[in-house]
């Protein structure tokens, strides 16, 4: 079974600092993962995802993740921080063939202080 | 850019009323997907449907939920006896493949509310 831990249910930055929005996973077997955004009234966005190759993934909005094997890591960064990527942030993984769901994690507040 | 819409945004309904909850998936895709959020909790799977039939559900997923997909453009989910637990945001989502990277396009939700 896959599961998704975020550590930080909030996260607040300043304009301009570094986003760092922290996820672990566990799984048996590679996964897949995936960032989601959701801005307030609005549906999951997809902000990037991990499938093969490149453990380094750019994502929209000038957001990327490192997929990082050994850490068993997927933390999404913003080297500088915008008043509108103020938002939740939702980790998951999808860990093996046939199995189509996703498994999320419970979800990062991130604020932006001016 | 297509997107998923969900109706209604907003619901509230007595406990042991039936609700049903409709989505339009992007019109080229094949797989759907409800999933729901509990305030406070994870987003958690309930359902996929392919071909016109449930391909997974969760331990969820039980006899007061179905879904069905009544003509080309709309997805339900039906729940037949609503209990109070059942309040959450409820999310559909549609993906065009079923491989291990495909993307799942998610809705807006719609939150419904059992009193």
């Known amino acids: 079974a896959q599961s998704v831990t975020q550590l930080g249910s909030h996260v607040s930055v300043s304009e301009g600092a570094l986003v760092l929005l922290r996820c672990n996973y566990s799984?048996?077997?590679?996964?897949?993962l995936f960032w989601y955004v959701q801005y307030p009234n609005q549906g999951l966005q997809l902000l990037l995802k991990?499938?093969?190759?490149?453990?380094l993934v750019k994502g929209i909005n000038g957001f990327e993740a490192e997929f990082k094997k050994s850490e068993t890591s997927f933390h999404l960064t913003k080297p500088s921080a915008h008043m509108s990527d103020a938002a939740e942030y939702f980790c998951?993984?999808?860990?093996?063939?046939?199995?189509?769901?996703?498994?999320f994690g419970t979800g990062t507040r991130l604020t932006i202080i001016p | 850019e297509p997107e998923v819409t969900q109706t209604p945004s907003h619901q509230v309904t007595q406990m042991g009323q039936e609700v049903i909850l409709r989505c339009v998936p992007i019109?080229?895709?094949?797989?759907f997907y409800w999933y729901r959020q509990i305030l406070g909790q994870k987003v958690e799977f309930l359902v996929s449907?392919?071909?016109?039939?449930?391909?997974?559900k969760s331990e969820i997923f039980d006899d007061q939920f179905s879904v069905e997909r009544p003509d080309g453009s709309n997805f339900t989910l039906k729940i037949r006896s609503t209990k109070l637990e059942d309040s959450a945001m409820y999310f559909c989502?549609?993906?065009?493949?079923?491989?291990?990277?495909?993307?799942?396009?998610f809705g807006p939700g719609t939150r419904l509310l059992v009193l």
């Open positions: 019109s080229n895709h094949l797989y």
């Open positions: 799984s048996s077997v590679p996964p897949y």
């Open positions: 449907f392919y071909n016109n039939e449930i391909s997974e």
């Open positions: 989502a549609s993906s065009e493949g079923q491989g291990m990277g495909e993307t799942q396009y």
């Open positions: 998951a993984v999808r860990g093996n063939f046939g199995n189509e769901k996703l498994t």
């Open positions: 991990y499938t093969t190759g490149a453990t």
